[in-house]
């Protein structure tokens, strides 16, 4: 699979969101980071946000729940028009039900892991999913420098992904930017949120097309995808 840039809105300007999400035209995905102040200490937007981001821009929306409850909470953001809902496991009360329940109402199931929660543990839930997202930062906060330690679990996760031979995305999310994305792509990473690398930069949409080249590069020397 190409590599995909789904810059976080959690670095645009959330005055001018509409405008911020036609901004970065190339993107394969908008990342929405949703936290509620309680799982992560943070607080920034809800589901009539995703409704307004929904009817602003014809990217399609990718959710990532930073939320207690997420059994209760994902339906309803994939009713409000996201494509892809991404809940967290440590939250979650029953992941494979959830998955389904999102799978059955249109939209990617996604699971979350924070940077201490092992993968291995969840390799029979892989099937039941559309997305993995590997958190390379503690999540709450943009900006944030890249987790170099990540690197061997994003490769353990792709071996996983070969082993059982899944349609599975394997997503990075926190400090990915110029200068880490294509370790995380030769690692095993074929999506990647980048919220200020793009966002921060003088044209968004230039920053999206740059990184991209980059991970299709690297993934084109990759040990795993030379494999496939």
């Known amino acids: 699979m190409a590599a995909q840039i789904n810059?976080?809105?959690l670095s645009a300007d959330f005055a001018r969101l509409a405008d911020e999400a036609q901004a970065v035209t190339g993107a394969?995905?908008?990342h929405v980071d949703v936290m509620d102040n309680h799982f992560v200490p943070n607080l920034t937007l809800g589901v009539p946000v995703v409704e307004s981001l929904a009817r602003a821009t014809d990217t399609?929306?990718?959710?990532?729940?930073?939320?207690e409850n997420p059994d209760r909470w994902a339906p309803q953001y994939?009713?409000?028009?996201?494509?892809?809902?991404?809940?967290?496991?440590?939250?979650?009360?029953a992941p494979v039900r959830l998955a389904?329940?999102?799978r059955a109402k249109g939209a990617r199931a996604s699971m979350a892991l924070k940077p201490a929660t092992p993968i291995e543990p969840f390799e029979d839930l892989l099937p039941e999913l559309d997305m993995l997202l590997i958190m390379t930062v503690e999540p709450g906060f943009g900006g944030q420098a890249f987790l170099d330690i990540m690197l061997p679990k994003i490769r353990r996760t792709r071996e996983l992904i070969s082993k059982h031979g899944l349609e599975l995305w394997l997503q990075v999310d926190?400090?990915?930017s110029?200068?880490?994305i294509e370790r995380c792509a030769d690692a095993g990473a074929d999506v990647f949120v980048a919220g200020s690398a793009v966002y921060g930069a003088e044209d968004p949409a230039e920053a999206v097309r740059a990184l991209r080249t980059q991970a299709e590069a690297a993934t084109a020397k990759a040990s795993w995808a030379c494999d496939h």
Request: with cysteine; charged share 15%; aromatic share 6%.
């Open 7 to 9: 810059p976080s809105i």
């Open 28 to 30: 394969d995905w908008l």
């Open 60 to 67: 399609p929306l990718d959710c990532h729940l930073m939320i």
């Open 78 to 93: 994939v009713e409000a028009g996201a494509s892809s809902v991404t809940f967290h496991v440590e939250a979650a009360a």
């Open 100 to 102: 389904r329940e999102i």
């Open 174 to 176: 926190g400090g990915v």
């Open 178 to 180: 110029a200068s880490t």
